[in-house]
């Protein structure tokens, strides 16, 4: 099974400030015959569900705003929030989509506060 | 618009069962795959359960194999879980989820209902 960890656990960030969560998949997530990274990033803020941000590890979901991005390939993976809005304080969830037969195995979350 | 809602869910003894359903609208239904996640209170989120479109293709995590049943009713629009042999560590919320479907059965979840809370305690 694939496990996938992130870090920090929590960060704090300033109004305006980057923001970067990183991912990380105990196999690759890369299918070579298509070069896709099957890894999806989504935002859940408290009582709500997840929403989908990012997939194909750095394809914006129509309505995201510019200011998240999503890059990397293979095992390793960066969610990075530009310029840090109000908005953005929640958890941050990976999740990979490659395995066979399908497990879309969760990263445990980042939180994201403002400091 | 389209939209998932998820019902059924409640409090259950250990030992007990608890069938969950998802109504689904305002998108094709029976031409995707849908999926069962569920996240335990102030804890992250677990995939639990995968259908195809036609119900031939089924999936769970270990945890639940043998006691949980997902099916689905295209006629309908619905999605369902039976969970038998319920346990304390069953006790989340359950969402269900419906993927982009660009990646076929390899897809991120782009859909989510709010959410049903089961709650399994004596």
Known sequence: ?115 | EVQLVESGGGLVKPGGSLRLSCAASGFTFSTYNMNWVRQAPGKGLEWVSSISSSSTYIYYTDSVKGRFTISRDNAKNSLFLQMNSLRAEDTAVYYCARPTGDGGSYSAFDIWGQGTMVTVSS
């Open chain 1, 1 to 115: 099974d694939i496990v996938m960890t992130q870090s920090p656990d929590s960060l704090a960030v300033s109004l305006g400030e980057r923001a970067t969560i990183n991912c990380k998949s105990s196999q690759s997530v890369l299918y070579s015959s298509n070069n896709k990274n099957y890894l999806a990033w989504y935002q859940q803020k408290p009582g709500q569900p997840p929403k989908l941000l990012i997939y194909w590890a750095s394809t914006r979901e129509s309505g995201v705003p510019d200011r998240f991005s999503g890059s990397g390939s293979g095992t390793d993976f960066t969610l990075t929030i530009s310029s840090l809005q109000a908005e953005d304080v929640a958890v941050y969830y990976c999740q990979q989509y490659y395995s066979t037969p399908p497990s879309f195995t969760f990263g445990p979350g980042t939180k994201v506060d403002i400091k």
